[in-house]
């Protein structure tokens, strides 16, 4: 076997664990202001969650490219490059097929407000004041309402309004009514400021392009390399231990869950009694399963939206969108259109999952519910894609086990923890100089707009501690 780990120096300034969109954004900073930077992936891709895959008979699947806010061309431009952030495209067929409702956005102020007020009847004003509201929530306000009570202040009664609002959220990043309403209203006004985007050229592109800017600003970057410890001496972050070797650092970011960081990669030791509790409290977000369906080549499927939210419950029900018994599923289409010059088509499905629902199952009951997650799912898109059987010729499923497997998060979290673990995740450096966290935490710093930005927040920091 090779060791990913030959020829790295003793000593680095910074080592990155773990190479999500958090870890990549905040390495790349910090390698463009001039520090030795190390980084390390357990899995042989980049990328993290922001990943694909290939399979035979020429399909490419994107895992977690279904949508991300404008905002990602202005990070992309800032802290990557303007090729990047030049291949960020509108998606405009939001479509949402519930028992409630029927219809189809751009998701944006404009549309969002024609569809409140034609569609949902809800006079203008309120509209304006709900849209008002939400775009002026600060982080550093207090958070004592929830997303229920938000609702219920502007549209009472009004359960197909608070569908409409919450079940794309809910998608992108585990929100739920209970959640503290600023974790809803930020991630929300983010999309609602210009509509939905994604990356032409898919995930593979991106993650190559990133990867190449890395190489250009120094950064030395090894896959295959699992943290298996952060070393603390004297009270103060000294390195790291991967694939049992000890590497040296003035400071170490953690790309891999907060909770796990703690936990597994320092050790509660070495936190006060207080914070380690505080860690403890901080719950994780939902995981998810995923279908993906590959057409054959030479088959076309016509336009039936990018993004389409569908439900078969009377009502939006937070236990359900996460039940193995799966009522709710959002798809997404890829046309040949997202990767330039090829004539193939994809169909994504997802659904929010629990951990618990598939991780206990016994190995022969766990593939029967896959299957049985890959038949339903043919089935329910039958009613979109008529015929998908015929067109489709490859078919594989993906559940909170995948995702804990591929990405080392506790219970195959998709999107972090809930609200409490920021601050967690924002303390780390007090409790252990040279010691940061990045990436999605507190449902806000999730997605890939979240993650990205909070790489920039995180590599700001662990500057600040570093500079002389
Ligand atoms: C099914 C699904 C669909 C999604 N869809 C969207 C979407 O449409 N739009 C959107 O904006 N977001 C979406 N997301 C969320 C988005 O993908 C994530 O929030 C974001 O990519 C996470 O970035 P991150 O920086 O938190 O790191 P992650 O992607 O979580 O990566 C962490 C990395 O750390 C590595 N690591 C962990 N521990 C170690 C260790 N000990 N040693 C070495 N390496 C380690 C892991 O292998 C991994 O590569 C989706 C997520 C899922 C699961």
Known sequence: MTDSLEGTKPQYDVVVIGSGLGGLTAANMLAKDGYSVLLLEHHHKLGGLATWFKRKGGHIFDVS?????????????????????????????IRFDNPQFSLTTTYDTNDFKRTMQDYFKVPADTVDSFVTTIKNMNFYDEHTMTTREMFDKFFPGRDDVVRFLLEPIAYANGSTLDDEAITYGIVFSNFLSRGVYIFRGGTDKIIGMMEAELKKNGVDIRTGARVEKIVVEGGKVAGVVANGKTIKARAVISNANVKATVQRLVGEEHFSKEFAEETRKVRLNNSSCQVYIGIRKGETIDYVGDLLFTSVADKLDAQMLRSRNITSRTYSFYYPDIRPGSDRYAIVASTNANYEDWAYLPEDEYRASKQDLIESTLDALERYVPGIRNKADYVEAATPKTFERYTLHPNGTSFGTKFEGLRVSMGLNEQVPGLFHTGSVGIIMSGWLGAANYGVIVANNADKYLRP
């Open 65 to 93: 490219l279904h949508g991300f806010p404008y905002g990602m061309v202005k990070t992309c431009r800032k802290y990557w490059t303007r090729e990047m952030a030049d291949c960020i495209t509108q998606i405009k067929g």
